[in-house]
């Protein structure tokens, strides 16, 4: 569930991972786009009226911050991993039951594009996500 959005349909943690490592990849700028960035601005300023100390000081300020956050949601990353394998390991031996009615003991998970795969001691593989029933 979206703590956000209550009503929202719970996704799967893999799933949501794959999700936001996708859109913080996106959204972030690395280390060097930003130097580059910096460099070019500096050669291409004009002499008459130069960057200011202040806005240097703000542009590093701002670096700081994009390699802070770069860092975080490396963290962040590394933790939601640790929890998605948590929760497969806790699965094995449980049975499940899938909403079509397809119930066996959980033999092994798998985590692969995102999503948990679960094979059940005869052989069948499950999708764990909506609607599955732990037991």
Do not use: C, W
């Amino acid at each position: 569930m979206d703590p956000l959005n209550p009503t929202a349909p719970a996704q799967p943690l893999a799933v949501a991972n794959e999700a936001s490592v996708a859109a913080a990849k996106q959204q972030t700028l690395d280390y060097d786009a930003f130097l580059r960035l910096l460099v070019e601005q500096m050669k291409n300023q004009d002499p008459l009226e130069p960057t200011s100390d202040t806005e240097y000081v703000a542009q590093l300020a701002t670096f700081s911050n994009v390699e802070q956050n770069i860092i975080t949601n490396d963290r962040l990353m590394s933790l939601i991993t640790a929890t998605t394998l948590t929760d497969a390991q806790a699965l094995i031996g449980h049975t499940v039951t899938t909403s079509t009615g397809e119930s066996g003991v959980v033999a092994s998970v798998k985590i692969a594009s995102g999503e948990m795969m679960a094979t059940l001691a005869d052989g069948s593989v499950v999708s764990v996500g909506d609607g599955i029933t732990v037991s």
